[in-house]
Nanobody, 126 residues
Framework: QLQLAESGGGLVQPGGSLRLSCAAS????????IGWFRQAPGKEREGVSC????????NYVDSVKGRFTISRDNAKNTVYLQMNSLKVEETAVYYC???????????????????WGQGTQVTVSS
């Protein structure tokens, strides 16, 4: 069974940076796409970024392009999300999840993902 575990969240000032990690264990030989998502209190969960594990193909939502970078280390079964220039409104619980690619690319749609981690809290505040 595939298991995902997020880490790296914490408190950061506006404009600061954090790097999140998503460690996969269990059935990791056939991973397809890993996505990062976030959910703020009272708001719906939204996609942030995704990466296709085998090819390294990536996608980002427009609001994080140029500031966030997703990457993977397949030898460690780990996907990272480097977040720079963080904004207060990006305070949320951040989740990673496993899903399927479509037409060779990953997508940042919540419904495309089935296996989820438990989340890590990111708080951006002065």
């Amino acid at each position: 069974q595939l298991q995902l575990a997020e880490s790296g969240g914490g408190l950061v000032q506006p404009g600061g940076s954090l790097r999140l990690s998503c460690a996969a264990s269990g059935s990791t030989l056939d991973l397809d796409a890993i996505g990062w998502f976030r959910q703020a209190p009272g708001k719906e969960r939204e996609g942030v970024s995704c990466i296709r594990v085998r090819s390294g193909n990536t996608n980002y939502v427009d609001s994080v392009k140029g500031r966030f970078t997703i990457s993977r280390d397949n030898a460690k079964n780990t996907v990272y999300l480097q977040m720079n220039s963080l904004k207060v409104e990006e305070t949320a619980v951040y989740y990673c999840a496993h899903g399927k690619s479509i037409f060779g690319s990953c997508i940042t749609t919540v419904g495309w993902y089935a296996s989820w981690g438990q989340g890590t809290q990111v708080t951006v505040s002065s």
